[in-house]
């Protein structure tokens, strides 16, 4: 099952506690339909739960009744069609929300949201009808596709409206319709837990959790790569410094001390100056010294080589 179907499934759960929410919701659910008309009113889904609770919605907040009809799309995924077959059912279901049916286009009817209370059992019916929400391990996105301009402008600024989170969600046109959507994790967690979706909030939070704590080990092991590429390029600086004063004048024309950390350079090249340094008994800057020194000879060497 998708994380947009394990979602719609735990909101089908929930029990509208109040006869005002129950409206809502079922207004929510049925005004993003694709058709909600005198002419027709239909709707079509993946969701199983979603579909039957259109039904049972519409039988509760309005006493009508429609038809549930299944089949397979061109994709072998199974839809689910509810539909309102009978004219005076969707006559006395637009009623019910203060619509005529004959209005060029529906916005939302803000006389339906009576109490506090509603707003997000109006969303969770709108979310049933035309949200959709990606699977967080590919991407955060939960978006509602809405096909008419004036009912994605309403949607926009009710979500806008909502003081319990700052829902600040995006909207965009495209071909077909509109999106009104978030692409904020943390966002969409808030969104979820607040139309009654907690399990599926929480499986988004875990994700997000377990991503951000993995590009944090991945920060530190690039920052340690980058470190071991410091190491080695400097060492292979050193050697080739070493390799010059070897080859010039042998190594044991050196001063002990500098010949001392010349030999351990050229058996330990992955050494840090810091363990050079502890492996002779001396002080980190003093090996640093003693390092110049060796770099400064090894690369005159190598100059005056260069233009014999
Ligand atoms: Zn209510």
Redesign the pocket.
Known sequence: MSFSARTKAELCEIEPK?D??LR?ECYGAWLFSRCFTLLDAAFTTESAPAARRMLELAGAAAGVSGELTYAFSRRKKPSYRVTLPDAAARRQLLETFGHTGRESSLGINRAVL??D??TA?FLRGAFLSCGAATDPQKDYRLEFSVPYQKLANGLYTLLREVEVFSAQPLLASRRGGYAVYWKDGGQIEDFLTWIGAPKAAMELMQVRMYKEARNDINRKANFETANMDKTYSASARQIAAIAAISDGMGLGALPEELAQLARLRLEHPDMTLRELSAALGISRSGANHRMQRLLELGEKLLKDQISE
Request: glycine share 0%.
């Open positions: 109040k005002c929410c809502a009576e109490n209370c509603c059992s």
